[in-house]
């Protein structure tokens, strides 16, 4: 069909292009966005299960993570050079998806391990295999730079291969997306 | 003014036709779409109120029920032909939304008998009313496959009428969307 | 290159712009729209984070107060001319964000004290300052009216320069929003 275009007057040609750019500077990309602010182990497995499979689908994915959330790039606890507010704030929030809390049915603990015990019978990928799925399918990962410096987290206590970005990086995403969702 | 259409080159009305079906593949439909993913009573009721809300405005709606939220599809709990774990879950998880607790003020069970009262008394629709609403005006509602799996629910425990689908039929209307929300 | 345009046949002009018209009026506004059901700190946090990040990168922002998030509006608790039910709900509920408790690590309002100690020491704006911001970068606050109802709240005691309204509303906003969220 592109063959076509070429016969055309270029007056026309360049009108039409004009006025089509204004169209699709507006239009979303292929994108997917997702802020994840929940540290709860149901909720982060939600948000993966969405990215891993709209990144099967072709989509580009990125995921920011913010507040509670941030605990799923945590790779290690480093307290040396925290203030006494950091470091409980540090011992008092678990580090990788795996040790999350669920958000109900808790029962100090009982209700992650059933989930995970559950989901791990009927063959359903866990929330670190999602992970590393996720990563493999270059889902883009973003640590949440103002929740680091309030929680006083450090790029070196963040897994490898994670962006630092603001509210600005997430909504220049999430503005070019067809879904934004806040997790 | 379709009439002026005719009077055209075929090659230009060609050219834009193409250039516009192109832009019209990645414009969303007169849809929204909700994930419900919690199965909190007053979330619940938030959910139900954009879905009918938007229905009465004459866009579709889908509602997609993840995780906890699935309980609203419940019409019973089998117990029959579970597991021990997929007992415990089914007795400890609400059937139907008018059982559900609410995210705050719950008081075992105090939150929900005074949110139900007072929404009785100012005539706004219950959550069961809301959603018989909801179903008469098409809201097309989807059990997530993956969550019945972990959680052992089958469909015959599910109420009638309801669709069956994973992340991809999720996305799929999400991605065709004007609004797409988690709750 | 406008001048272009009107060298051409005014035929094809018409047929491309009526053509052109048609997918504009789907194209969403340069708009951000957020409902805030939480009365988490947190949560109300998150969202005016995202909220005037929004403003200041030129976008029209509105966000609307549903729910337990309608505390954010509150000014003051009226009790006279009030039900007994409707007293205990306005008393068990907080006024204003700053009262708010936090979703996590709450111990009786320490997680509150914590976080916002550790935000002041950041030099992060508070919820207060966020929410004067927001105010001073003219982004639309609207209470839920349905909510209002239920839960016995007046106009008087909300702040001022809150616009009223009810989900027509809020979908009529999000339907025609880049990135709309539900937190």
């Not at 790029?155 to 999430?174: Q, S």
């Amino acid at each position: 069909m592109t063959t076509t275009a070429v016969e055309l007057d270029p007056a026309i040609k360049a009108y039409v292009d004009q006025q089509l750019e204004l169209i699709r500077e507006r239009q979303p990309d292929n994108r997917v966005t997702l802020v994840v602010f929940s540290g709860d182990l149901d909720r982060q497995l939600a948000s993966l299960v969405i990215a891993t499979g709209a990144a099967a689908m072709g989509l580009d994915v990125s995921i920011f993570y913010t507040f509670w959330g941030l605990s799923a790039l945590k790779k290690r606890t480093t307290l040396a050079g925290k203030s006494l507010k950091e470091k409980l704030f540090a011992l008092m929030t678990p580090r990788r998806p795996g040790r999350m809390p669920v958000s109900k049915l808790n029962f100090g603990g009982m209700g992650r391990v059933m989930l995970k015990t559950m989901m791990r019978e009927k063959q359903v990928a866990s929330v670190e295999e999602l992970f590393d799925m996720a990563r493999q399918m270059d889902v883009k990962l973003i640590a949440c730079t103002m929740s680091m410096d309030v929680m006083g987290i450090t790029k070196d206590e963040l897994i490898d291969g994670v962006a630092l970005g603001g509210v600005a990086t997430f909504l220049g995403d999430a503005a070019r997306s067809r879904v934004a969702l806040f997790v």
